[in-house]
T-cell receptor, first 114, second 113 residues
Framework: DAGVIQSPRHEVTEMGQEVTLRCKPI?????LFWYRQTMMRGLELLIY????????DSGMPEDRFSAKMPNASFSTLKIQPSEPRDSAVYFC????????????FGEGSRLTVL | SQKIEQNSEALNIQEGKTATLTCNYT??????LQWYRQDPGRGPVFLLL?????KEKRKERLKVTFDTTLKQSLFHITASQPADSATYLC????????????FGKGTKLSVIP
């Protein structure tokens, strides 16, 4: 398996623009997670899905953030409008057993909002 | 409030020595504790998972201990090598309350040849 695939790897945009990050989880994994990593706050959980259904979105910072999982092999994280403080590395991860097992992370999408 | 602290932001160690990294937590009752390795520009990679009823877990040169009384986990790398240089993250999963995997900020380990 190719692992968790994220795109784009790098994104530079201007404040106010819409940003869409994409994730393809490992086939057969029922759980999908979106994390954000910054130097100040480390890795923070934004939202996670089980069987394509959002279970906990309490980590989503504001209404500007939204996430979808239209099918088992694809998820998006959208920021609209983007702000400089959204600059971070966004990771997608998937797992078989939720938080009770190993999380497989993608390589991340580094977002810079100017 | 809940808190996870990893002993230091950076740790330098001589090649061949044992590296010991610490993860302390407060106001958690973790069911599981996990350790991940993260290289620059890459995503975290899972290393070991230890359950609350386990004292110790080993995998090759890696050893993890879990002391729920002290609220602490120790992560050891024996016979360290320059290739072990990376950031190591501990993560706690609580089966109650906040049901998620919460990460510490990590310790950057540098193994000096």
């Amino acid at each position: 398996d190719a692992g968790v695939i994220q795109s784009p790897r790098h994104e530079v945009t201007e404040m106010g623009q819409e940003v869409t990050l994409r994730c393809k989880p490992i086939s057969g994994h029922d759980y999908l997670f979106w994390y954000r990593q910054t130097m100040m706050r480390g890795l923070e959980l934004l939202i996670y899905f089980n069987n394509n259904v959002p279970i906990d979105d309490s980590g989503m910072p504001e209404d500007r953030f939204s996430a979808k999982m239209p099918n088992a092999s694809f998820s998006t994280l959208k920021i609209q409008p983007s702000e400089p403080r959204d600059s971070a590395v966004y990771f997608c991860a998937s797992s078989l057993r939720g938080f009770a097992g190993e999380l497989f992370f993608g390589e991340g999408s580094r977002l810079t909002v100017l | 409030s809940q808190k996870i602290e990893q002993n230091s932001e950076a740790l330098n160690i001589q090649e061949g020595k044992t590296a010991t990294l610490t993860c302390n937590y407060t106001n958690y009752s973790p069911a599981y504790l996990q350790w991940y390795r993260q290289d620059p520009g890459r995503g975290p990679v899972f290393l070991l998972l230890i359950r609350e009823n386990e004292k110790e877990k080993r995998k090759e040169r890696l050893k993890v201990t879990f002391d729920t009384t002290l609220k602490q986990s120790l992560f050891h790398i024996t016979a360290s090598q320059p290739a072990d240089s990376a950031t190591y993250l501990c993560a706690l999963h609580s089966g109650a309350g906040s049901y998620q995997l919460t990460f510490g900020k990590g310790t950057k380990l540098s193994v000096i040849p």
